[in-house]
Nanobody, 124 residues
Framework: VVQLVQSGGGSVQAGGSLRLSCTASGYTHSAISMAWFRQAPRTGREGVAAISAGDTTYYADSVKDRFTISRDKTKMSLYLEMHNLRPEDSAMYYC??????????????????WGQGTQVTVSS
């Protein structure tokens, strides 16, 4: 059974930084596509960043040059470094895996497994 366990997040002032982590279990190999999504109250889940099995990265325009997705395959861990945070970045953040193999890597319907979510709050 695939499980994704998240850690990190919290509250910061605008301009600050945070790091999110996600550890996957239940996979027999480390070459998996993963992604980060976020969901603010009363909005849909938005793709933030993704990384392919071959380590190609993808970012939403809203976070380019501020967020960095990375992974440690030896630890089956995924990370999201967030810098220069803005109040509009406030949301529940989720890691995802189980990419269906085609289409938009930042579309939630293309992922099968989800972490439990972690809150990020940025105050102005």
């Amino acid at each position: 059974v695939v499980q994704l366990v998240q850690s990190g997040g919290g509250s910061v002032q605008a301009g600050g930084s945070l790091r999110l982590s996600c550890t996957a279990s239940g996979y027999t190999h480390s070459a998996i596509s993963m992604a980060w999504f976020r969901q603010a109250p009363r909005t849909g889940r938005e793709g933030v960043a993704a990384i392919s099995a071959g380590d190609t990265t993808y970012y939403a325009d809203s976070v380019k040059d501020r967020f960095t997705i990375s992974r440690d395959k030896t630890k089956m861990s995924l990370y999201l470094e967030m810098h220069n945070l803005r109040p509009e970045d406030s949301a529940m953040y989720y890691c995802a895996s189980g990419f269906m193999g085609t289409g938009d890597r930042l579309w939630e319907k293309n992922y099968s497994y989800w972490g439990q979510g972690t809150q990020v709050t940025v105050s102005s």
